[in-house]
């Protein structure tokens, strides 16, 4: 029986807490526009100022997640496309590190409740709607690329209003709990600075 539990409290811990994320209709031309940008298959690449600024980031966001994701080179690799995902939708990359956080728990294998997938927790109606039969949600480069382009998408629907967008990202749109944990995340753990 004990076996069982172990077990049955192993599985939960798999499971993320995304909410009920909404199909929406979308335009021809949002569909095309978010089709082009999930299809861009150019190699991750770091946009820094200078390579020492790339370091610092890295070196310190990843100190920061050490402890979630223990191995040091999947843990770096993973940083450089949270940054070049994040920085080629126009996000800030800690904001997607403090949704991570909240969304999956760094766990690149999670399944929510509802069926959202990996770090991002992205839906799967999302690979139907704008993607290829052949993307794998729990490849950690097209759940973030598809995390940041729908996180963007719902920025540009709420002209900019994050809260708005987070909530929607959750399926949970006017409510504050989830975009104050992820905005809340964010602040306390991956607002990042760098020295002058």
């Known amino acids: 029986m004990m076996r069982y539990w172990i077990l049955f409290l192993l599985c939960l811990s798999c499971i993320a807490q995304a909410g009920g994320q909404q199909e929406e209709q979308l335009s021809t031309s949002v569909r095309a526009m978010l089709q082009k940008s999930i299809s861009d298959s150019a190699p991750p690449r770091l946009a820094f100022s200078s390579e020492r600024e790339a370091t610092a980031w890295l070196s310190e966001m990843s100190r920061r997640l050490e402890k979630r994701i223990p191995d040091r080179e999947f843990r770096l690799d993973f940083l450089k496309i949270v940054h070049y995902e994040a920085t080629r939708a126009g996000l800030d990359p800690q904001l997607v590190l403090g ?3 909240v969304e999956s728990g760094f766990k690149k294998y999670a399944i929510s409740s509802v069926g959202a997938r990996g ?3 992205v839906m799967p109606f999302w690979v139907h709607s704008i993607g290829a ?6 490849d950690r480069r097209i759940n973030l690329r598809y995390g940041c382009t729908i996180l963007r998408h719902y920025l540009d629907i709420e002209n900019g209003d ?9 399926g949970s749109l006017g ?6 944990m992820v905005v809340g995340a964010w602040h306390k753990q991956w607002i990042y600075r760098a020295e002058s």
């Open 162 to 170: 994050l809260y708005r967008a987070l909530g929607r990202y959750n």
């Open 133 to 138: 039969p052949d993307q794998n949600l729990f």
């Open 175 to 180: 409510q504050p709990e989830y975009p104050n």
């Open 119 to 121: 770090f991002m927790q």
């Open 99 to 101: 949704l991570i956080q």
